[in-house]
């Protein structure tokens, strides 16, 4: 028996298994997507103190979508899969002044690092947008 007829059984795996891959790799969303969408991700601190300010309600707002995020207790925010734009950014929270902040930026496969500071207010009206 020679060695060609062993291999022979074997010769369609490899095309076989690769295309496999092939397949699942194309499948996978994140991976199909991950070259055109962005993100946003900050800090958000008390003006005078410092401190992280949880609870915070930050909008996303730009012409091609709109999202939502909250801080979490060390004051952070993320917001992934945000098409390419500019866009102004809302954060709301009782007993602060609501704060505006247009122009910023997310870039193709990138994370946009963006740190506020909020001021506490003295308004009975403040943390509603």
Same mark, same amino acid.
């Given at each position: ?35 055109? @969408? ?18 915070? =309600? ?6 091609? =979508? ?8 060390? &004051? ?5 899969? @945000? ?19 247009? &122009? ?8 946009? =690092?963006?740190?506020? =500071? ?12």
């Amino acid at each position: 028996m020679s060695n060609n007829t062993i291999a022979k059984p074997f010769a369609w795996r490899l095309p076989l298994a690769a295309l496999a891959l092939l397949l699942a790799l194309m499948s996978h969303p994140s991976l199909a997507i991950a070259d055109d @969408l962005g993100g946003i991700a900050g800090i958000i601190t008390d003006a005078s103190t410092g401190a992280p300010i949880p609870g915070v =309600q930050v909008q996303f707002n730009s012409p091609s =979508q709109s999202a939502t995020a909250t801080t979490d207790a060390k &004051g952070h925010f993320v917001v992934l899969s @945000l098409p390419p734009d500019n866009y102004t950014l809302t954060l709301v929270k009782a007993g602060y002044t609501t704060q505006a902040v247009s &122009g910023q930026s997310v870039y193709a496969d990138q994370t946009q =690092q963006y740190d506020f =500071q909020l001021t506490k207010s003295t308004d009975a009206s403040s943390g509603s947008p």
